[in-house]
């Protein structure tokens, strides 16, 4: 109860703040100075403060005001959220974003020749929600990418040859603790190759689903070019892709939680040779 207290009273705070900021508020006490300042009276000020005290239990607290200031959070977050994207685009090679931009375009040339086409003046649901379907595309393109960067750096040898010695470590080992910790490293290790294959086969996986999405966006703009009436284009189901991107974005989630762990232990034990990057 305290912490939804402590949330609440910082909501609250927020659009005091909000108010405070204003152009409106700021210049309207700017005036009261300035009449403060011809006048050679403190009158001026204090009506200012009075007022200024009016404002900030007034103003934050209109549902118009509350609704304006939400807005332009979201509209703050949504820009910090595109402006983001476009960052990581940036740090893309010159073949991927060329794929990206592709995307881009043809997203933009779907709902154009929908509404071309079928003479609709909106786009329904499905078209405006290609927007995530091409941001989900360059989320995937980014995992794909570090994935495979994590298999070229992986020094599979280096690995084998450590379990081996752990093997014959643990095999030999005639005081209980130390064999105790050589088989936690075999066993280590041994989940650690398994995550090569885990690894390989999200990247196939991944590649497979960039591939589905680029070619369901083409498919999309052939099926358009076709249509007379915005009805045909309810039978078109995007459903199954949504769903596929889904899945895949778990399977990547939990690889990576286990990759992760991994990387940490090594790290730890200072198998340095075995963290992507090393040589």
């Not at 974003?97 to 086409?117: C, G, H, M, P, S």
């Not at 020094?155 to 643990?170: E, F, K, P």
Request: charged content about 30%; cysteine-free; hydrophobic content about 40%.
């Amino acid at each position: 109860m305290a912490d939804l207290a402590k949330h609440r009273e910082n909501f609250e705070s927020s659009y005091a703040r909000e108010a405070i900021r204003e152009p409106f508020n700021f210049w309207g006490l700017a005036g009261f100075a300035v009449a403060a300042a011809y006048s050679f009276s403190i009158i001026p000020l204090l009506i200012a403060l009075i007022a200024e005290i009016a404002y900030v239990m007034v103003v934050p607290n209109l549902p118009w005001y509350r609704q304006l200031v939400q807005t332009r959070e979201r509209q703050r977050l949504l820009k910090a959220h595109k402006d983001a994207r476009e960052r990581l685009i940036k740090t893309f090679t010159p073949r991927e974003r060329e794929a990206v931009e592709y995307l881009r375009w043809l997203k933009e040339k779907i709902q154009d020749n929908y509404k071309k086409f079928t003479g609709a003046r909106s786009l329904p649901s499905n078209l405006t929600a290609l927007e995530q379907r091409w941001e989900d595309f360059v989320d995937l393109l980014d995992v794909y990418r570090r994935r495979k960067q994590h298999l070229k750096s992986i020094n599979r040898q280096a690995v084998h040859n450590q379990l081996s010695q752990a093997y014959r470590a643990a095999e030999s080992s005639t005081d209980e603790k130390t064999k105790r910790i050589q088989q936690t490293n075999v066993e280590i290790l041994k989940r650690r190759i398994a995550s090569f294959d885990e690894i390989e086969r999200s990247v196939k996986l991944v590649e497979g689903q960039l591939q589905s999405i680029e070619n369901f966006f083409s498919y999309l703009n052939d099926e358009i070019v076709t249509m007379s009436t915005p009805e045909k284009f309810s039978l078109l189901d995007f459903e199954q892709l949504s769903d596929s991107i889904a899945m895949t974005k778990q399977m990547l989630d939990a690889t990576a939680d286990e990759v992760g762990a991994l990387d940490s232990y090594n790290r730890e034990m200072g198998n340095l040779e075995l963290l992507p990057g090393a040589k």
